[in-house]
């Protein structure tokens, strides 16, 4: 098993110009989210989704935007880029049952850079 | 928001040597979960611990919860070099579902 995978590793852009982080996981989990990290303040969540067709905003959603299409796909898109976007990216994703305690399963991140 | 707020900020210890890291909440949770991220790469689960749970083992692991206290402990036995890295603790935020909120982490560095 592949896991959550996550493309690209790393990305330079200017700002204002857009483009779309991919994530995929191959767990059939339900939940999937966004995280950013940034020196000393964590992980902060950014959107998430409990299934294809819903999402909701997380901690920190101002300037992102995804969809949830399938299961498996949960791309999240910067629509005008600025340097207060440049972070590490992280994906994640878990089940859902009740049965299961709820742990994340994260990609390997993306190193994303707005200059 | 951050909930969690781990302490130390760092820690440097020898080899063989215990770490102990702490991390301290605001609001009550149904669990909290502790992640180990090696540098460059992502996050990996460790160990959830559940409110009504004090004390949980996992191998060299072992975590504690006082809800009272709104705080939890990690401790790591008998360190070695590969144990380097960052530690979170999380807990479950406000809203359900599985979104979790991170602590700033403590960096482990264990020296041969």
């Known amino acids: 098993n592949a896991g959550v995978t996550q493309t690209p590793k790393f990305q330079v852009l200017k700002t204002g110009q857009s483009m779309t982080l991919q994530c995929a996981q191959d767990m059939n989990h339900e939940y999937m989210s966004w995280y950013r990290q940034d020196p000393g303040m964590g992980l902060r969540l950014i959107h998430y989704?409990?299934?294809?067709?819903?999402?909701d905003q997380g901690e920190v959603p101002n300037g992102y935007n995804v969809s949830r299409s399938t299961t498996e796909d949960f791309p999240l898109r910067l629509l005008s880029a600025a340097p207060s976007q440049t972070s590490v990216y992280f994906c994640?994703?878990?089940?859902?049952?009740?049965?299961?305690?709820?742990?994340?399963?994260f990609g390997e991140g993306s190193r994303l850079t707005v200059l | 928001s951050q909930q969690g707020e781990e302490d130390p900020q760092a820690l440097s210890i020898q080899e063989g040597e215990n770490a102990t890291m702490n991390c301290s909440y605001k609001?009550?949770?149904?669990?909290l979960q502790w992640y180990r991220q090696n540098s460059g790469r992502g996050l990996v689960h460790l160990i959830l611990?559940?409110?009504?749970?004090r004390e949980k083992h996992s191998g060299r692991l072992r975590v504690t919860l006082d809800t009272s206290k709104k705080s939890s402990s990690l401790l790591i036995t008998a360190s070695r070099a590969a144990d380097t890295a960052s530690y979170f603790c999380?807990?479950?935020?406000?809203?359900?579902?599985?979104?979790?909120?991170f602590g700033a982490g403590t960096r482990l560095a264990v020296h041969p």
């Open positions: 999380a807990t479950d935020a406000t809203g359900g579902y599985n979104n979790l909120i």
């Open positions: 989704s409990v299934g294809a067709g819903i999402t």
């Open positions: 609001t009550s949770i149904n669990n």
């Open positions: 611990i559940r409110s009504n749970e």
């Open positions: 994640a994703s878990s089940s859902l049952r009740k049965s299961t305690p709820g742990e994340l399963f």
